[in-house]
């Protein structure tokens, strides 16, 4: 009998996003199915708030706020799905290399599973996809998600899901 990979500690991004979303929801069936520690992260870009003449600390607890609110909510989501095992972190600086590198070193990663990057060609020329410097940085295997849980394609379609008319 061949022995199937077992994942036990497996990283999503959570970013707010369409793609992050869908990651999150495929990310806990696979904790589900490999009996794994689920780890979501957060990462503020600190690089966003350098431009920011007003930066102030109170702007970076607001934004710390409302991720810590919307951590909790997956959390309780994957909780409520049968995992138990279910951590999460906001971290500050430059997601890439925090992603890629910071994370699967301090919590022994052995799965990251990332949204599909929704970024156009010329965006992702400036600025470079997240994902695609994770998926070839990262020490361990990387999972890109690109379909729903029906494994229907999710950004062929439209970012959101269609309102009913």
Sequence with gaps: MKMLQQYNHILVAIDGSYESELAFKKAVAVAKRNNAELYLIHIVDTRAFQNVSSFDSAMVEQVTETAKQTMNQYVETAKKEGLDDVNFSIEYGAPKTIIARDMPKQHQIDLIMIGATGLN????????????????????DVLVVRTDLNNQPALASTKKPKEEK
């Design 121 to 140: 060609g010329v965006e992702r020329l400036l600025i470079g996809s997240v994902t695609e410097y994770v998926t070839r940085n990262a020490p361990c």
